[in-house]
C-alpha cells in the first residue's frame, strides 16, 4: 500500500481564519513533506520532517506552521493567510531520509484564500 | 534556474500514435523519478531510475536513465486516452539531502 491521504479535499478560508490541514500515511515511512503547487508549476518545497523533527524550512512565512504529532501525521496550521497562497498543497512521504528514496503523494487540498 | 528542462512542455497526439518526452539537465542525479499528475490531483509515481543506461518498462511506457545520469527519457507506444496527463521528472540530488528538483512538466494529450 502506497496511500497517503490528505484532508480535507478542498478548503476556502478568510484571511482572518485559523485552518488546518492533515496528511497521513501507514507505510512506516519516516520522511514526510509539505509543498505547495500553484496552477501550470511544478511543486515547491516547503517543509521536510525526518524522524518527527523538522528539518527543512524553505523560509516559508510563519503565517504556515507545521507540526508532526507522530511518524504518521502531518498537520500544516494556517492563520491569517493571503489571497496568493491560495494553491494546491501536497503532502508527500519517503521510506527514509535518504535521496534516493521515492517520494509518495497525497491527492492534495485545494485551498483558496478569500 | 531550472535545474530540470523537461521539453515538449505540450504534445497533442492521436490515439495509438507513439510519443517521446524528455527531462534533460547539466546536473548528476542519483536518482530520477517520473510521476504523472491529472488537474487538481497529486502526482503519481509511476518509475524511478537509479543506474546510468537503466532502461524500466511500465506496460506501454518506457523510461530510460541516460549514462552520465543527467537526462532521461518517457516513450510512450500506441497512446491512450488514459495517458494524458502532466508528466514531471523530479532528480535527487547528490547534495540536497530531502530536495527533489521538479522540471516543469510535459503536458500529453492523447485524442480519442
Known amino acids: 500500500d502506497t496511500e497517503v491521504t490528505q484532508t480535507p479535499k478542498h478548503l476556502v478560508m478568510g484571511m482572518t481564519n485559523k485552518k488546518s490541514l492533515k496528511c497521513e500515511q501507514h507505510?512506516?515511512?519516516?520522511?514526510m513533506y509539505w509543498y505547495k503547487q500553484k496552477a501550470k508549476k511544478p511543486p515547491e518545497l516547503m517543509f521536510v520532517y525526518s524522524y518527527e523533527k523538522l528539518s527543512i524550512n524553505e523560509s516559508v512565512p510563519s503565517r504556515f506552521s507545521p507540526e508532526c504529532p507522530n511518524s504518521s501525521l502531518l498537520n500544516l496550521h494556517l492563520h491569517a493567510l493571503q489571497p496568493e497562497d491560495s494553491a494546491l498543497y501536497l503532502c508527500?512521504?519517503?521510506?527514509?531520509?535518504?535521496?534516493?528514496?521515492?517520494?509518495?503523494f497525497g491527492p492534495g487540498t485545494r485551498l483558496t484564500v478569500t | 534556474t531550472q535545474l530540470l528542462e523537461q521539453s515538449p512542455q505540450f504534445l497533442s497526439i492521436q490515439e495509438g500514435e507513439n510519443l517521446t518526452v524528455y527531462c534533460n539537465s547539466s546536473?548528476?542525479?542519483?536518482?530520477l523519478q517520473w510521476y504523472r499528475q491529472e488537474p487538481g490531483e497529486g502526482p503519481v509515481l509511476l518509475v524511478t531510475?537509479?543506474?546510468?543506461?537503466e532502461v524500466k518498462k511500465l506496460k506501454r511506457l518506457t523510461f530510460q536513465f541516460g549514462d552520465a545520469r543527467k537526462d532521461s527519457s518517457l516513450h510512450i507506444t500506441a497512446a491512450q486516452p488514459g495517458d494524458t496527463g502532466l508528466y514531471l521528472c523530479a532528480g535527487a540530488l547528490y547534495y540536497g539531502n530531502n530536495r527533489l528538483a521538479f522540471g516543469k512538466g510535459n503536458q500529453v494529450v492523447v485524442i480519442p
Open positions: 508527500a512521504s519517503s521510506q527514509t531520509p535518504g535521496p534516493a528514496y521515492e517520494q509518495y
Open positions: 531510475v537509479v543506474t546510468g543506461g
Open positions: 507505510m512506516g515511512h519516516r520522511a
Open positions: 546536473s548528476v542525479f542519483s536518482s
